[in-house]
């Protein structure tokens, strides 16, 4: 399978997730035992790759990170 991306991001997601996980007090490590808890196979490595853009994020993945988050999918991938 390959991966289209433009630019150096892998996501659109990245800035938004670790923002928001500041703005919750969350460490990455927090965010990745959520997700664990959740049934999902991260770690903070992960999340860390994720918020950086060098990690392409699957659509169930950004649907999991926004209920971890506490947001909708909608508002996750709002452009602001």
């Known amino acids: 399978m390959k991966i ?3 630019g150096d991001r892998k ?3 990245g800035e938004k997730v670790r ?3 500041k703005q919750k007090g969350m460490t990455q490590r ?3 035992e959520k997700l ?3 049934g999902f196979d ?3 490595l992960t999340i860390l790759r994720i918020e950086s853009g060098d990690r392409f994020v699957p659509d169930y ?3 999991a990170l926004a209920k971890a988050l506490d947001i909708s999918c909608e ?3 709002r452009d602001e």
């Open 61 to 63: 993945e950004v649907k």
């Open 75 to 77: 508002e996750l991938l």
């Open 4 to 6: 289209y991306w433009s």
């Open 19 to 21: 923002f928001l996980r």
């Open 11 to 13: 996501n659109i997601i």
């Open 42 to 44: 991260v770690t903070d």
């Open 36 to 38: 664990q808890l959740a």
């Open 30 to 32: 927090a965010l990745a």
